[in-house]
């Protein structure tokens, strides 16, 4: 039976008056690593504060494990690694201290993963803080996260600031942790990069969710068909919800959400047809396309052009 780790129910948080969260629901299952994507201003960072217990919702529910995100904010607090966007420490720390200090803060073995999460990280503990790269700095919030061995790990923009192959191996090792049950939700910007490591994708815009599924089942979902035609362009109606078109001379191109099989299935068998291709598509080219529809103009679900068909 699938479990939801973590669930979010119609979650309103206003800031003077204004929404930046909106209704959000989301449900992220157990072994799972949900990649939280939103353009700047959609909602991430307040979904984390929300999560982390910062804050209190204005309406709505947040809990993770079973437990309220504000009134089991302490509980939870063994149980979940948050890695926050911008974290800040004590600066005239060492690497080895901040570990010593957040401690005490923690239960036994805390230490012991801390200091093995920061030599695997690159990390030399002897360093002061201050004397540290973005880079290294980030990676002291990581290893600070992984420490407690949580059963949920949240990671706001974990990999800003890593260099390429510090990145690759921080997002394979996520892999390795949800193999073990354990529950990653992550925001990043490097939407491809997050690609090989999610096994679910959720798009935030407004404070709302216009996307929420298996990365599976997106590939399935959101196709792009091509084909060559002699006779005339087909007509996309019925196809499903085109996302956007594209065509030039005696070649077509759309990309569909949901399509429809028999329609595909017919615009294949036509006789005029050649070069026929149903693909999925990158998870960077469904996400402008989403949000390029979301963005269209008022209720008509008008389909963005990339150019207009001949
Ligand atoms: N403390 C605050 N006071 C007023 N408005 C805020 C505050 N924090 C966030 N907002 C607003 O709430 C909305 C959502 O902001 P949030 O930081 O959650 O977005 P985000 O998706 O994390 O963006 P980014 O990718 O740029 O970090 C934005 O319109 C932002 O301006």
Redesign the pocket.
Known sequence: MPEDVIEIDRLVVR??G?S?LDGLNLRVPRGSVYAFL??????????MKILTGQAPPDTGRASILGLDCWAKATELRFRVGYMP?RPRFYEWMSVGDIGWFTAAFHRAGFLERYREWAGKLGLDSAKRLKDLSKGGYARVGLALALAPDPEVLLLDEPTSGLDLLTRRDFLASLADLAASGRTIFI?S?SIAELERACTHVGL?RD?QMILSAPLEEVRKKIRRLSLRFTDGPPDPSGLGTVLERYGTGHYWQVLVKDPNPEAVAALRRRTDVSDFEDVSVSLEEVYAALMARAAGPGETGAVPMVQKVE
């Open positions: 800031y003077r204004k930046a939103g353009d700047n201003g959609a909602g991430k960072t307040t979904t966007e925001t910007h935030l404070g």
